[in-house]
């Protein structure tokens, strides 16, 4: 069965630093997607990132990226340069297969405060 | 607005009433996935649909709950005789046909139910 496992329930990081958030993921299957959705205060998931198994390079999206290490079954988040307004939960899921259409498992999430 | 559609928003309703929750996907998008998320946790998958089919209800409870997602129509979660522990937020998304394994799952604002 798949699984998800994020370590930080909390972090607590400082304006204009860089974070990362860990995500360790648990498949038998050789083809899977992992993604990172970001869930702000007022309750909605929106997408951040997507890496595929079989993709040899680190996504990037803006300041986010995706440290994949696919021996070590992690795919950290990194947010460079962090803003007040990335305070939220963030939830790292995996998706089995490479097909679009196939549920997600959903790590327990992370709460990022940023201080000013 | 362009994106998936839940409605309502919050709802409340008495141990022993019937929620219905409601789920317009994006435009182009035949499939439809419903997740609860109790606080504090993240989003657990309950069921996948495509138009008039239920493709994967592996994470329905067995009792009280269905789905549907009708040829015309939103997709509609049926909760009957409600108990407190129904008490979540339930996330709807959605992804388009045959879409390829980068394509993420869109998700609705979600509706907070709450059970007095």
């Known amino acids: 069965a798949q699984k998800i496992t994020q370590t930080q329930p909390g972090m607590f990081v400082q304006e204009k630093e860089a974070v990362t958030l860990d995500c360790t993921y648990d498949t038998s299957d050789q083809s899977y997607g992992l993604f990172w959705y970001k869930q702000p205060s007022s309750g909605e998931m929106i997408f951040l990132i997507y890496?595929?198994?079989?993709?040899?390079q680190n996504a990037t999206e803006g300041r986010y990226s995706l440290n994949f290490q696919k021996a070590r079954k992690s795919a950290n988040l990194v947010i460079s340069a962090s803003q007040l307004g990335d305070s939220a939960m963030y939830f790292c899921?995996?998706?089995?297969?490479?097909?679009?259409?196939?549920?997600?498992?959903f790590g327990q999430g992370t709460r990022l405060t940023i201080n000013p | 607005n362009a994106g998936v559609m839940q409605n309502p928003r919050h709802l409340v309703r008495r141990r022993g009433q019937e929620a219905r929750l409601r789920c317009s996907p994006m435009?182009?998008?035949?499939?439809v996935y419903w997740y609860r998320q109790l606080p504090e946790e993240g989003l657990k998958f309950m069921v996948y649909?495509?138009?008039?089919?239920?493709?994967?209800e592996s994470g329905m409870p067995k009792e009280r709950f269905s789905a549907e997602f009708p040829k015309e129509g939103p997709s509609i979660l049926r909760i009957q005789q409600v108990v407190r522990g129904d008490s979540a937020a339930y996330f709807c998304a959605s992804s388009p046909p045959g879409g390829a394994g980068n394509q993420p799952q869109h998700f609705g604002d979600g509706t907070r139910l709450s059970i007095l």
């Open positions: 435009k182009g998008h035949s499939h």
């Open positions: 899921a995996m998706r089995e297969g490479l097909k679009g259409a196939q549920k997600l498992v």
């Open positions: 890496q595929g198994s079989y993709d040899e």
């Open positions: 649909l495509q138009k008039e089919n239920i493709i994967d």
